[in-house]
Every structure is written in structure tokens, then in C-alpha cells.
T-cell receptor, first 116, second 112 residues
Framework: GAGVSQSPSNKVTEKGKDVELRCDPI?????LYWYRQSLGQGLEFLIY????????KSGLPSDRFSAERTGGSVSTLTIQRTQQEDSAVYLC??????????????FGSGTRLTVV | KQEVTQIPAALSVPEGENLVLNCSFT??????LQWFRQDPGKGLTSLLL?????REQTSGRLNASLDKSSGRSTLYIAASQPGDSATYLC???????????FGKGTRLHILP
């Protein structure tokens, strides 16, 4: 696609429910990143994919968070048993890697998650 | 520890002025640095990408410079306009296959 697409754009869920956030990267972009931005805070790294594998999961806040990527394309971030502190904007980015260079990162518009 | 710092946290200037936003980073062995803008409630828009081998990049009224030895980058905005009001974020990557680390941003307000 022309840009990074994230869905849903907004999600309100009850505490304790599971949620799935989807990211559709730019076609051909092998690297995919998930970040979280809480109100008034900076961007917090969650996880990075190269193809379908995740060499860096160091940012996932707890074992309630998981992510997968299939076909080197779409990624899903799953939060189980949501808590109020999970409320944030979840941003996805993708980048094109090639010939030893990275060509910069393109971000989606994010999913605003509100846990009530 | 690799960190990115942006100063000032907020800035208000009258329309038409030239201004400079600062970004500093620990560990000068960076791979690349990217400037983004974020409008309230929106995602991030890429402005300029500087590879480690480059010293500056320009796009329209924007110019970003990189001084790896001092661990600094500046974003210069010429002839500021009210539409430039946004949060500007600096992001650094230290390896090709690695996450980018963001500064906390500078909230810019251009006064009409």
C-alpha cells in the first residue's frame, strides 16, 4: 500500500478483555516496529520484526503483550487481560532495508487504545 | 546507555522567525538520525533522514545538520509559519537492524 495502515484507529475496551491491534506495512518493507506513546510521554519501543522473526522483544512491558507477523507483511499486537495503564496510542512503523542501508521509517496513524 | 535528548521541551516564537531545534545523543557511533513532526492526535510524519556519512539534509524551509563527534543534530526552520506548529521528534538508530530511540520532542508554537 501507499502507507502504513493501522486498525482500528480507536479502540475502547473493558479492563480484563483481550485486544488485537493490526499493522499493515508498506509493501516490500521487511522491517516492522511497534511503539507505544502514553499521554504526555515519549515513544516507547515495544518490539521489532525483520521478516517474520522478532530479534528484539526487549520492550514488551509484560507477558500480557505479544506480537506476531505473518508472510513478512501484516503484524498483530495482542494485549491480554488489558489494564488501565495499557491505555495509550500504539504506533507501527516499517522500513526498507537493502544494500546495507536503511531508508528511514514510515509510521502509521496509530491505534488509540482506551481501557475503561 | 543510548539516549536521545531534545532541548527545549517547548518553544513559542512569532511567525516569520527562523528557529533551531536541538537534539543530542549519547554514543556518537550512530547509523542514522531522523526528524519527525507530530500533530496533536496524529501519527508521525517523516521530515528528514540523515545517514551517518552525511552532514546535512534539506527539504524546503527545513535543514537538518548532523555532528556525530559532538553527538548533536539541529533542525533549522526558516521563515516559520503557524502551520509549523507541532511537536518535533528526533530519532536515532545505532545499528541497521535495530530499533530507533526517540527524544521526548520539542513542542513548537508559532504565534500568528
Amino acid at each position: 500500500g501507499a502507507g502504513v495502515s493501522q486498525s482500528p484507529s480507536n479502540k475502547v475496551t473493558e479492563k480484563g478483555k483481550d485486544v488485537e491491534l493490526r499493522c499493515d506495512p508498506i509493501s516490500g518493507h521487511t522491517a516492522l516496529y511497534w511503539y507505544r506513546q502514553s499521554l504526555g510521554q515519549g515513544l516507547e519501543f515495544l518490539i521489532y520484526f525483520q521478516g517474520n522473526s522478532a530479534p528484539d522483544k526487549s520492550g514488551l512491558p509484560s507477558d500480557r503483550f505479544s506480537a506476531e507477523r505473518t508472510g513478512g507483511s501484516v503484524s498483530t499486537l495482542t494485549i491480554q487481560r488489558t489494564q488501565q495503564e495499557d491505555s495509550a496510542v500504539y504506533l507501527c512503523a516499517s522500513s526498507l532495508e537493502g544494500r546495507g542501508a536503511n531508508y528511514g521509517y514510515t509510521f502509521g496513524s496509530g491505534t488509540r487504545l482506551t481501557v475503561v | 546507555k543510548q539516549e536521545v535528548t531534545q532541548i527545549p521541551a517547548a518553544l513559542s516564537v512569532p511567525e516569520g522567525e527562523n528557529l533551531v531545534l536541538n537534539c543530542s545523543f549519547t554514543d556518537s557511533a550512530i547509523y542514522n538520525l531522523q526528524w519527525f513532526r507530530q500533530d496533536p492526535g496524529k501519527g508521525l510524519t517523516s521530515l528528514l533522514l540523515i545517514q551517518s556519512s552525511q552532514r546535512e539534509q534539506t527539504s524546503g524551509r527545513l535543514n537538518a545538520s548532523l555532528d556525530k563527534s559532538s553527538g548533536r543534530s539541529t533542525l533549522y526552520i526558516a521563515a516559520s509559519q503557524p502551520g509549523d506548529s507541532a511537536t518535533y521528534l528526533c530519532a536515532v538508530s545505532w545499528r541497521r537492524d535495530d530499533k530507533i530511540i526517540f527524544g521526548k520532542g520539542t513542542r513548537l508554537h508559532i504565534l500568528p
